[in-house]
């Protein structure tokens, strides 16, 4: 037990090290740059159209629907990035690593939401704008992240992207269904 203690203090001091270098960077490179500011703007920007365009009705619906989309890409972020795949050389605050808080908890959530309202009635509609949502992530809103220095690729291809897009938004779609199906 004491080896185990002392490994992990040796560890806990690397990850403090490395949050320290992590917090002077942001402080120098990321913090109040014109990508941060963008990264701010579209955050607020994005939840004002939500309210604009949702469905009150369906509120709570739609929330779960983000929710659920929301926690899975976080988790699917942590991974990725954890695996080396890609990360963020840009973050709205230097803690939030590593994943990139305004794509998981408000681009991704508030346009899959949207879908869902609009299109989630009918499977063959919902899959269509799936498909066009996803190409759209995957092929030009990641590429121009990549290009303004918001997103770095190492292990990752922009085309590795599309299915998982396509597919937590079918999985999410089929949960929410399930869940609403038992509550009603």
């Known amino acids: 037990m004491i080896k185990t203690e002392f490994l992990f203090k040796d560890v806990q001091d690397k990850r403090m090290n490395f949050l320290e270098a992590y917090h002077k960077f942001w402080l120098e ?6 990508q941060w500011w963008i990264l ?3 955050t607020i920007l994005i939840w004002i ?3 604009k365009f949702v469905d009150r009705k369906r509120v709570h ?3 779960n629907f983000g929710l659920i989309i929301g926690g899975l890409s976080v988790t699917l972020d942590v ?3 954890n695996h080396g795949a890609w990360a963020y050389p840009i973050h709205l605050y230097w803690a939030f690593i590593p994943p ?3 794509f998981d908890l408000s681009y991704l959530p508030v346009f899959y939401m949207l879908i869902y309202q609009r299109y989630g009635q009918r499977w063959f509609n919902f899959l269509l704008a799936l498909i066009v949502f996803s190409a759209f992530i995957s092929f030009i809103i990641e590429p121009i992240f990549h290009w303004v220095g918001i997103y770095a690729l190492y292990k990752w291809k922009y085309l590795y992207s599309f ?4 597919l937590l938004g079918c999985f999410v779609k089929v949960l929410v269904e399930l869940i ?3 509550l009603h």
């Open 29 to 34: 490179n990321a913090f109040l740059t014109w």
């Open 61 to 63: 619906l739609l929330l």
């Open 79 to 81: 991974i990725g990035t």
């Open 163 to 166: 299915p998982i897009y396509l």
């Open 100 to 102: 990139l808080i305004p």
């Open 180 to 182: 609403n199906k038992k």
């Open 49 to 51: 159209l939500w309210v």
């Open 40 to 42: 701010l703007i579209t």
